[in-house]
């Protein structure tokens, strides 16, 4: 991935986080760019990982636990064999689609994206796969598919649907995509409404910043309610903030301080989410009947 633009793409990222703007696409193009966090492998990763069974002094303890928080996702949905076509929305680099090819031996699974840049990078990642041929990917909003009704086995996203405009809208896009029966699993943020004037402040400050919509920050109630209004049957709901925020955060405290600075903003806006709002953080798993 091309990294000697980094840091005008910041400059340019950080324009338009204080401009406020609001156009997906390219923010999400920006940041898919800048805003990765390599692991020692040199492996792209934008998500917090699980780390129940990762120390953080590990040896690439990053990566192992972005791949155990794909494995806890993959095993939620109960991937196998006989899965035809698996979607996953909001790829990020497709190491999720690449993952869930060779770990669960699913037979095509296609990655969903609104950032051309990580596309790029998803299919460069793919490429160097056994199952190559069985990982896809497509450019659009996980809340307006280019996918026909009744495609897909499964629907996973990971640490994604946070961001989607808003989220109900991608539960109703993939009730409709997955066939009947189908299944969906999700590892995601949950904002709880603010309580106090500091969290209704550091919540506008991170929805405009990290391109959150505001829409989507609400209590967990809402949240199944709105899973049930679509249409979905929840079968289980729980928080794993624990292992993924709380531990990845002891990782962070883990890293000399060399490997801090080298990491930079890109470490910085990952961990903002999470230091300065009480986030929740949830795997869970729903059909359609
Ligand atoms: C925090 S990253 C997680 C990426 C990936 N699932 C992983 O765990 O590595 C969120 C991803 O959602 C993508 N995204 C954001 N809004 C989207 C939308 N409306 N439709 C599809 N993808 C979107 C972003 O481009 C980014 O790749």
């Given at each position: 991935m091309e990294t000697a633009h980094i840091p005008k793409q910041w400059m340019r990222w950080i324009q338009m986080m204080m401009r406020g703007d609001r156009d997906s696409a390219t923010q999400y193009d920006l940041r898919g760019n800048v805003a990765l966090t390599r692991t020692d492998a040199g492996i792209p990763t934008m998500n917090f990982g699980?780390?129940?069974?990762?120390?953080?002094?590990?040896?690439?303890a990053l990566w192992a636990a972005t791949q155990a928080l794909f494995q806890l996702v993959g095993e939620t949905a109960a991937l196998?064999?006989?899965?035809a076509m698996v979607l996953d929305a909001?790829?990020?680099?497709g190491t999720n689609a690449r993952y869930l090819a060779e770990t669960f031996g699913v037979q095509r699974v296609v990655g969903l994206n609104v950032s051309s840049l990580q596309l790029e990078a998803c299919r460069q990642i793919a490429?160097?796969?056994?199952r190559a041929a069985a990982i896809n990917f497509a450019r659009g909003s996980a809340t307006c598919m280019p996918f026909a009704d009744a495609t897909f086995d499964k629907v996973v996203s990971v640490?994604?649907?946070?961001?989607?405009?808003?989220r109900q809208q991608f539960f109703a896009e993939a009730f409709r995509v997955l066939r009947p029966g189908g299944t969906l699993a999700l590892a995601d943020l949950v904002g709880p409404a603010p309580q106090n004037t500091w969290q209704r402040t550091a919540i506008a400050m991170l929805c405009r910043a990290l391109q959150i919509?505001?829409?989507?920050?609400?209590?967990l109630d809402v949240y199944r309610q709105q899973l049930a209004d679509c249409g979905f049957v929840l079968c289980e709901l729980r928080s794993i903030r624990e292992d993924v925020l709380t531990r990845y955060q002891h990782w962070l405290f883990h890293q000399p301080v060399g490997k801090l600075l080298s990491l930079g903003m890109p470490m910085m806006m990952s961990s903002a989410p999470f230091l300065l709002y009480p986030w929740d953080y949830i795997c869970l798993k729903a059909i359609k009947r």
């Open positions: 699980y780390w129940r069974d990762v120390a953080p002094t590990a040896k690439d196998s064999e006989r899965d909001g790829c990020g680099f490429r160097g796969s056994v640490e994604a649907a946070f961001h989607f405009p808003p919509p505001h829409e989507n920050i609400y209590d």
